[in-house]
């Protein structure tokens, strides 16, 4: 008999993304493992969940409450999500929950608008108002259910947003702050007081208000700078012309100021992070078997130059990259 649900290897591979549980403090979340028409019963009267085969539903979803908000992750199997006029009148519910996709695809109306996330991006659904999302994969999510009420005046007093925020640097960096935060609590364990969850509030009332501040917002948020600096470290490394002038550029301040927001003497400057990821992308491609050339590895890591990268991969590991290869791959190589 075929078995429903969850595929188990999914379910160990999700398990090592988000981490062990309790590996940053004593704090437990809840756990809830839900399967079949049972499971889709589960949330009534808040949702109504539609899987088109009802006993192949499951979700493996761990929620934590903290002060004020809520923190949440889950992942689950294709299903539709409604949530109705009737259902707002027998369970009325007053928050803003921000979700972040990480696989998957989901389709629908929320908030009176449109509504399409795709994996890596961030959506907003007020639980105020009706919604129909579908998620057409198995999803995996994780995120914050704030009080409107801690939202800004508008919010508290009726207005809503769009479910899917402008592309920006500032929602981007947003993003990930609101994901680390909720995998670092509701997984992590992490203690959470009264100031990380104005804090991570704070992150949330920025994004909402970005049409009006969003360079502003960068310049005097060092946390979001930060969270901003780190994506576009990550998705653009592997080009040889990105350097820090390039991340000023992009974040529309001056090459001083984000000098002057990022000063610490325990932390790498922007050059060496940013060669450092080179350096971890070039790494894992000397223990793949194959014969990829170190000229060709250089320049897919975004190095000027394939003695630029010898250079730097000595420094930081003590050999050099055929040495390196040698001991961490058993097939031939070319000789570079």
Not at 94 to 107: D, E, K, P
Not at 277 to 303: C, N, S, V, Y
């Amino acid at each position: 008999m075929l078995r429903s649900g969850l595929d188990p290897e999914l379910v160990n591979q999700w398990r090592k993304r988000i981490g062990p549980v309790g590996a940053l403090g004593p704090h437990r979340s809840i756990q809830v493992r839900s399967r079949g028409r049972q499971g889709i019963d589960l949330y009534l009267p808040i949702v109504e969940f539609d899987a088109e085969v009802p006993e192949d539903f499951e979700q493996l979803a761990y929620w934590r409450p903290l002060g004020s908000i809520f923190t949440f992750c889950y992942l689950q199997t294709p299903v539709r999500t409604l949530r109705t006029a009737a259902h707002i009148r027998e369970c009325p519910s007053n928050f803003l929950i921000l979700a972040s996709i990480s696989t998957g695809l989901t389709t629908g109306s929320a908030n009176g608008h449109e509504f399409l996330a795709r994996a890596g991006e961030l959506s907003i659904t007020d639980s105020r108002l009706p919604y129909d999302l579908t998620t057409h994969s198995t999803s995996e999510v994780a995120g914050i259910w704030i009080p409107t009420d801690m939202l800004g005046d508008d919010i508290a007093a009726g207005a809503t947003v769009a479910p899917n925020p402008a592309d920006t640097v500032l929602t981007r960096a947003c993003t990930g702050l609101v994901t680390r935060f909720a995998l670092d609590a509701v997984i992590g364990g992490i203690d959470v007081d009264a100031d990380a969850e104005q804090n991570i509030i704070d992150v949330v009332r920025m994004l909402l208000n970005q049409h009006t501040s969003r360079y502003q917002t960068l310049r005097e948020q060092p946390v979001v700078l930060r969270e901003a600096i780190d994506g576009m470290i990550d998705r653009n490394f592997r080009n040889p012309a990105f350097t820090a002038d390039t991340i000023a550029t992009n974040l529309h301040i001056s090459k001083r100021h984000l000098y002057r927001q990022l000063a610490d003497p325990d932390q790498p400057s922007l050059a060496s992070r940013i060669a450092a990821r080179r350096l971890d992308w070039a790494r894992t491609k000397l223990e793949q078997p194959g014969h990829a050339r170190l000229d060709d590895i250089a320049h897919a890591a975004g190095f000027s130059s394939t003695a630029a990268f010898r250079n730097r991969f000595r420094a930081k590991y003590g050999l050099t990259p055929d040495e390196y290869r040698r001991h961490h791959c058993a097939q031939p190589v070319h000789p570079s």
